[in-house]
């Protein structure tokens, strides 16, 4: 119930192209979506995130959309830049308990 | 920066050994989470304090335990270590609850030989 599915484990991408990264989830009560960016040596750090009540929020290139009858939610960068390789982190909250998914490492190609 | 300060940075020990991870939340954040995260286990929730008392606990083993303090700051205790112990603990704080935003500290690495 409290499971996080992130799918792909890895994503190699050309400089300029779009990086998409999709979770989903089971449990319904999960209320707040964010998205963590992590770089070699340093801790995750929050990206962008979202709630239940929108379908997408988008900052600069990156932009979550949000369905929430397929209990799915993405990560898209567009126009994605070598600066951009780093491990992404989806995660999902309830009860003031977050749950990870299992990271995608992405590499941009320059 | 996230303003959370981790130490050490690194520990070396030996199995059956016991040693302490240290915090410092973010100036002002009261809740303190503690993660591991381990090549194929990824970013595994152990447990949170807020304002000095335990508020959720995840997949902590009984060999590990953690306390906050009355400034805020806050200890994780592993003990027995086992070779799998090995990994990246991270230390994260936020201002209230887990849909405040967390701020990750760079994490403690710690090897069992």
């Known amino acids: 119930q409290q499971q996080v599915k992130q799918s792909p484990q890895s994503l190699i991408v050309q400089k300029g192209g779009i990086s998409i990264i999709n979770c989903a989830y089971e449990?319904?009560?999960?209320?707040?979506f964010p998205w963590y960016q992590q770089f070699p040596g340093k801790g995750p750090a929050l990206l962008i995130a979202i709630r239940p009540d929108v379908s997408e929020k988008k900052e600069g290139r990156f932009t979550i959309s949000f369905n929430k009858s397929a209990k799915q939610f993405s990560l898209h960068i567009m126009d994605s830049q070598p600066g951009d390789s780093a491990t992404y982190f989806c995660a999902a909250s309830s009860a003031r308990q977050l749950t990870f998914g299992s990271g995608t490492q992405l590499t941009v190609l320059p | 920066d996230s303003g959370v300060t981790q130490t050490p940075k690194h520990l070396i020990t030996a199995t059956g050994q016991r040693v302490t991870l240290r915090c410092s939340p973010r100036?002002?954040?009261?809740?303190v989470y503690w993660y591991q995260q381990s090549l194929d286990q990824g970013l595994q929730f152990l447990i949170q304090y807020y304002n000095g008392e335990e508020r959720a606990k995840g997949n902590i083993l009984e060999r590990f335990s953690a306390q906050q303090f009355p400034d805020l700051h806050s200890e994780l205790n592993l003990s027995s270590l086992e070779l799998g112990d090995s990994a990246l603990y991270f230390c994260?704080?936020?201002?209230?609850?887990?849909?405040?935003?967390?701020?990750f500290g760079n994490g403690t690495r710690l090897t069992v030989t």
């Open positions: 100036s002002g954040d009261l809740s």
């Open positions: 994260a704080s936020s201002l209230h609850a887990a849909d405040s935003p967390l701020h």
């Open positions: 449990n319904t009560a999960f209320d707040y």
